[in-house]
């Protein structure tokens, strides 16, 4: 544990969206940058003093490795990253929605593919969320745990899903998510005003305002600076690519529900062998077997 004012501590930050979306414009314009943006930093520690009170862990393997397996961190870290990302599907599978209803194309057949697609990907993570609640694991002191087995699902797929949701925004909305003024101070210009009130008009009885509102929303969403780096956090919110996957064999393997698995295999592959059916429940056919089946 190390004070962030200690001596040798440093945070170099990336540029601030938040920042960005204060000067450049405002809440109507960056709706989600104005007020989400989580700061990345590098941390480093040029020759920080920890006093001996403040360590936690020294030199004990044994500790560091069963923290991971023991300390009910994965199964809860999974069960909260997965129940984050249903809620931020549900958010923009409505958002898209109102965006192709401005656009006035929702009733296209294609289009309404790929919304529900959308909101399958939505279903899926609830799913895995609901399977990881209902179906628990039992823990120390009579306390239980999410499901891990579940959590590891989500941990595969959610690096699948949102760049998919955003492939399918960007083919969807198209053009739609730039066709926009710069600023709301636009509206102010009766100059300009008159013509976006004209040229910028939704569909379905949608206002210029309220378009341009939800177009601005969804922009920021998935196509901001903000936007870019929500993609790239969730393909590598939950590990790396391969390490989500290799860890998910190896949870199967330890668990012992890969051997499951096999034994299903197993005991579909000993009902039969090359001279046919071993159990009795089915019959073989060598009455009317046309290529000499189970004849000597």
């Keep these: 544990i190390a004070p962030m004012d200690a001596p040798g501590v440093k945070l170099f930050c990336r540029a601030s969206y938040e920042m960005q979306a204060a000067v450049m414009g405002s809440p109507y314009d960056y709706p989600l ?8 930093a590098i941390f480093v520690f040029d020759d920080v003093f920890i006093p001996w009170e403040d360590v936690l862990v020294h030199r004990d393997i044994e500790m560091l490795m069963k923290f991971y397996p023991s300390s009910g961190f994965f199964n809860n870290f999974t069960f909260q990253g997965c129940t984050r990302l ?5 958010f923009i599978a409505g958002l898209l929605y109102k965006a192709l209803r401005s656009t006035g194309t929702d009733e296209f057949r294609g289009v309404q593919m ?3 697609e959308v909101i399958a990907w939505r ?3 609830w799913a895995i969320s609901d399977g990881m609640a209902y179906n628990c694991q039992s823990w120390v002191g009579g306390a239980v745990l999410p499901n891990g087995q579940s959590g590891t699902a989500y941990r595969v797929f959610a690096t699948e899903a949102y760049p998919r949701v955003k492939e399918i925004i960007m083919q969807s909305v198209a053009s739609g998510l730039i066709y926009l003024p710069s600023s709301a101070n636009d509206f102010k210009n009766p100059e300009i005003d008159k013509y976006l009130r004209q040229y910028v008009r939704g569909s379905n009885g949608i206002e210029y305002k309220e378009r341009i509102k939800i177009m601005k929303l969804l922009w920021d969403a998935v196509g901001s600076e903000f936007g870019g780096r929500h993609e790239l956090y969730e393909r590598n919110y939950a590990g790396s690519n391969e390490m989500v996957r290799f860890q998910t064999f190896f949870n199967a393997r330890g668990s012992g529900a890969l051997d499951e698995m ?6 579909c592959m000993a009902e039969y062998d090359e001279n046919g059916w071993l159990d009795e429940d089915y019959f073989n056919s060598e009455d009317i077997n046309a290529v000499g ?4």
Excluded: C, P, T, Y
Excluded at 34 to 39: A, L
Excluded at 86 to 90: C, E, G, I
Excluded at 293 to 296: N, Q, S
């Design 123 to 125: 279903n899926l993570f």
């Design 262 to 267: 096999v034994s299903l295999a197993e005991q």
């Design 114 to 116: 790929q919304i529900g």
């Design 33 to 40: 940058s104005s007020r989400f943006d989580e700061n990345d």
């Design 86 to 90: 249903a809620v931020k599907l549900d």
């Design 293 to 296: 089946f189970g004849k000597e």
